[in-house]
């Protein structure tokens, strides 16, 4: 507890040095955090907050690694200088699992409770392959099972720290719902010290976290004095036991008093009113009398303080003098190595027959399920005997049963940033959003948790999750059945998103992005899922054999065009994906040989080789999507083609996309209007042909 104090009078002492970066200390909520660190073992799974030092001291992390970290140096053990203070990630024998979280407040509980998830999920199966390296157990030699990781006496749990402000979050009580639910084993710490930034309780919350928590039958509740070590330690100790004897989730509320700055940034002399009073609650002068009392004498208790003080002091010198990263490593970590880098498998096996493309994502993930014990598949109505909105998960819950294709809540957020959790314990998730139009709650856990993970943690916390989304138009679908939101999603860095126009790219593409061990968005169109749009009757195809599989990144060629219209000039090129490949293979129709199709499969990572290789050997180009075209994907891919390509094009660009409105309309006739259709291609291209 001295450490963690000192350390705290140090950065305000050298705050010049210090609060370059912004950072904020666990001065007051020391006793707290330094009970549930010495109560967690290697086995267990942590998410602390970003003002939990003192816990990551009480794990057994030098000062000297908080420093590195707060003052961005190379060797930070969590990030190498890319995150801010007391942001861990890491995975070292000895203390528990930390994966990477962020800042946003209250966003820890849904991937924490996902750990918790995959940790029940792992014991109820008795699964004995766990990959610890976020590859398929399959493909993992050294692997490891919960059951060899655990003792008869502390099974493994998760330790969620949060702040009473960050519990009035939604996001938190989907957590809490899904918790109960499913009795995960996990524990919520909420320090609670009346303040949110300059926001004080009364003015935040109509109920405490204690309070709150009641609203969940099945959630054990606990009040403790978090400036207290003892009443702190008694607390925690009975809710991990709780835990630990699987129990059900426990939520603990401890009040602490808030001592330092919110912030470096947001300092408490800008504010407080009320810091007399708290300064009267800090437990490191109630500890100090308690130990007095217990027979500790002064000298030996005078003889900690300097040895913390000290040992704090020569950190500081020697994080001061560690060297800062390497510029030219600023783009390492974006995403985990890919684990398909070449197509594999028979996509047109002898006597196969032609499936539909809903039943070839239907029969990859079937056969996911089988080969890899670790997989599980949930969201909204895929699990019971529904098995999907569009039948793309049809008894696969009878087959695999309830513990891995399951039903969740109308929770897009849970659907989502669990995966993050399920992920660091060993589990591969395949989740489903119901319709893209429903993804936007889902936004803040897929950019702050999902995409920025392996960036921030070096590479140590990929999440390799694969996110399923019927997306597009398919006829009187509405305003929020039918929207396309791809650009959106290509600018979220850090995830990959793939969109396939037939069965088998389907089918190929679907198990790759499985097998990658990053998150992955598999955009679905729901009018070529039966081919009975008019026109999509090329969606369906042979289906490939189990373990076709096509790497991402990857364009193809949709159709040719004919040698000798190429060699005289005559022909254009069409750069497209998903519904796009069918509306120009309809308008070609028109043009017979002019017309080469390039179906680009994966938008991120984008085969922008092929796209610059095809436009050279065309000079015309059409870049054709289903979004509204402005400031869409399709624009942007299009000015990339100009920069690059600009010598050899023998026309401007083309573009042509949905009518730039808010939603699809009802109304057929009205959708019809607003949409790409074949007659629309047909008349662009017959102007970049005739240009």
Request: glycine share 8%.
């Amino acid at each position: 507890m001295q450490t963690a104090a000192a350390m705290a009078t140090l950065y305000e002492e050298e705050k010049a040095t210090a609060a370059r970066y912004v950072h904020a200390t666990a001065r007051g909520h020391e006793a707290v955090q330094l009970a549930a660190a010495f109560l967690l073992t290697e086995t267990d799974y942590a998410a602390p907050y970003y003002r939990d030092d003192a816990l990551l001291l009480g794990l057994g992390l030098r000062p000297y690694e908080l420093m590195l970290q707060l003052l961005a140096k190379a060797d930070d053990p969590f990030s190498g200088g890319r995150t801010y203070y007391s942001h861990p990630s890491l995975r070292r024998a000895g203390i528990p699992v930390i994966p990477h979280q962020s800042s946003a407040t209250g966003m820890q509980a849904i991937p924490a409770t996902g750990m918790a998830h995959a940790i029940k999920y792992f014991e109820s199966t008795k699964i004995e392959k766990v990959s610890t390296e976020n590859e398929p157990a399959a493909s993992v030699e050294k692997t490891t099972s919960i059951a060899q990781l655990s003792t008869p006496n502390s099974p493994p749990l998760v330790l969620c720290s949060i702040g009473d402000g960050a519990m009035t979050e939604g996001e938190v009580a989907e957590a809490l719902q899904m918790a109960v639910l499913h009795q995960l084993p996990i524990v919520y710490l909420v320090q609670d010290n009346d303040w949110g930034i300059s926001a004080t309780g009364r003015e935040m919350r109509a109920m405490n976290a204690y309070e709150f928590a009641a609203g969940f039958p099945g959630l054990r509740r606990l009040q403790v004095d978090g400036a207290d070590f003892g009443s702190s330690h008694r607390g925690l100790t009975e809710a991990f036991a709780h835990v630990r004897a699987r129990r059900g989730p426990v939520l603990v509320h401890a009040k602490c008093p808030l001592l330092g700055h919110h912030t470096s940034g947001v300092r408490r002399e800008w504010y407080r009113h009320d810091l007399v009073a708290h300064q009267e609650q800090d437990p490191l002068p109630r500890l100090h009398q308690q130990m007095l009392r217990n027979g500790f004498g002064e000298e030996e208790l005078a003889g900690l303080t300097a040895e913390a003080q000290a040992t704090v002091r020569a950190d500081w010198a020697e994080a001061l003098a560690a060297p800062n990263p390497d510029p030219t490593t600023f783009a390492d970590h974006e995403f985990a190595p890919p684990a398909v880098t070449a197509e594999a498998g028979e996509r047109s096996p002898a006597g196969a027959e032609k499936v539909l493309m809903v039943d070839a994502g239907l029969h990859a993930v079937d056969d996911i399920l089988r080969e890899f014990p670790e997989a599980l598949f949930y969201g909204q109505d895929v699990g019971g005997e529904l098995g999907g909105v569009f039948r793309e998960a049809a008894l696969l819950a009878k087959k695999y049963g309830d513990s891995r294709v399951f039903n969740t809540p109308i929770q897009e957020a849970y659907i989502v940033g669990s995966t993050a959790g399920m992920a660091a314990v060993g589990a591969r998730p395949i989740v489903e959003i119901q319709f893209a139009d429903y993804i936007w709650p889902s936004l803040n856990q897929l950019v702050e948790e999902l995409s920025k993970s392996c960036y921030l943690s070096m590479g140590k916390f990929p999440i390799p999750a694969l996110i399923r989304v019927p997306i597009g138009a398919y006829g009187g679908g509405g305003p929020y059945h039918s929207g396309s939101i791809e650009s959106t999603l290509l600018t979220i860095r850090g995830i990959k998103v793939v969109y396939p126009s037939n069965a088998a790219d389907m089918k190929g593409l679907m198990r790759a992005a499985f097998l990658d061990p990053n998150p992955v968005v598999m955009l679905e169109h729901k009018g070529l899922y039966w081919s009975k749009v008019p026109g999509t009757e090329d969606a369906k195809t042979v289906e490939p054999a189990a373990g076709y599989v096509i790497p991402l990144g990857q364009a193809a060629v949709a159709q040719a065009a004919d040698p000798e219209k190429l060699s005289q000039g005559e022909t254009a090129l069409v750069v497209t994906y998903g519904m796009g490949v069918h509306w120009a293979k309809a308008a070609s129709r028109n043009f017979p040989g002019q017309v080469e199709i390039l179906d680009l499969r994966t938008l991120n990572p984008l085969d922008f080789e092929a796209v610059t290789t095809a436009t050279r050997r065309h000079g015309k180009v059409l870049v054709l999507t289903e979004e509204p075209l402005m400031n869409s994907f399709a624009e942007s891919l299009a000015g990339r083609i100009q920069r690059h390509c600009f010598e050899a094009l023998d026309a401007p660009v083309f573009t042509l996309g949905a009518a730039n409105l808010p939603a699809i309309a009802l109304n057929v006739e009205l959708e019809r209007q607003m949409l790409p259709s074949a007659a629309k291609v047909a008349v662009a291209l017959g102007e970049l042909l005739g240009y």
